[in-house]
């Protein structure tokens, strides 16, 4: 994992005249920063997560490119941090990953109440940055590689926006494949991926799957920049329905999929989050220590002073 955090002054947006409004709705925001801070990194139940806003995200992944070095870009939700307990290509995943962003309001929320920093406009993932993303895509005309998704639905979602983006350039691979380290599925597929010499790399095969197989072929890979993105282009040509983006904003988000698609998704928000009420509790119990030493520090040393 990258750990050489800088500390930078602020720089400007990636688009200087965008409005206040389109960025979160209301009042000015600060301007977004170019370099890492120590402090956007936070534990939250049990895990390492990064507070960045999107425009933030994508102003390094700007400059990974840019640079033509190799980072990776993680999100956890609650079922990241539900199948985190026990699996270890998982775990080795978020310890490689040079950013981890959050995609649940509720994560957020909670965040705010123990550790006091988070946002709403912290939450980064693919639909909330999208629009971005492929527009700075298309303006560095980066190559993008895309690998994961039924056979024809990643090469539509391709066609699809290099049509709405022009400049920017999409290889695909379905991720119907032997994903076994030393198949020779996966030996082509490098060879594939190396050929085309991709600046950013999605990976989009389900959880688990994805991330075990980044923790075992990064390091084959030409420098890049690596994402786990899930389901990402199955929403472009919709074959999964995308909740509207109000939705996330109010945390709702899991309410909308769990109504469209219960079957699958009953245990994952239901019965799951269950599985954290652990680490909640090991947050709930550090907040109240820092709040306490916070109230009784200052009076302490009050008090001595008076005595002195």
Not at 189 to 203: E, K, R, T, Y
Not at 208 to 236: K, M, N
């Amino acid at each position: 994992m990258n750990a050489s955090f800088q500390i930078q002054a602020p720089i400007e947006a990636i688009r200087p005249g965008r409005r206040a409004a389109d960025l979160r709705g209301k009042g000015p925001r600060a301007a977004h920063r170019a370099r890492r801070r120590p402090e956007e990194r936070i534990r939250l139940l049990g895990a390492l997560v990064d507070l960045v806003r999107p425009e933030e995200m994508l102003l390094y992944v700007d400059r990974k490119a840019a640079l033509g070095e190799a980072a990776i870009i993680a999100n956890h939700n609650s079922h990241s941090l539900h199948l985190l307990q026990g699996e270890p290509l998982l775990s080795a995943f978020f310890d490689m990953a040079d950013m981890i962003q959050v995609d649940s309001t509720r994560l957020l929320l909670w965040a705010r109440l123990v550790n006091g920093r988070s946002r709403r406009f912290h939450r980064c993932t693919y639909l909330d940055w999208r629009g971005d993303f492929w527009r700075k895509a298309a303006a560095r005309r980066w190559r993008v590689f895309y690998l994961g998704g039924a056979p024809g639905v990643a090469d539509a979602a391709a066609a699809k926006i290099m049509a709405e983006f022009p400049g920017v350039e999409v290889r695909c691979r379905d991720g119907y494949f032997d994903a076994a380290a030393g198949s020779a599925d996966n030996a082509a597929l490098i060879g594939q991926i190396n050929a085309f010499s991709p600046d950013i790399l999605f990976v989009g095969m389900g959880m688990q799957r994805q991330e075990a197989w980044i923790v075992l072929h990064q390091h084959y890979l030409r420098p890049c920049v690596t994402f786990s993105v899930g389901a990402a282009f199955d929403y472009e040509v919709g074959v999964q329905t995308a909740a509207p983006r109000w939705t996330g904003r109010m945390g709702v988000e899991w309410l909308f999929r769990l109504v469209h698609d219960p079957r699958r998704l009953a245990v994952r928000y239901l019965v799951e989050p269950w599985t954290l009420v652990g680490p909640a509790l090991a947050d709930a119990r550090f907040a109240l220590r820092r709040k306490l030493r916070d109230w009784f520090a200052p009076r302490l040393n009050r008090r001595a002073s008076d005595r002195g």
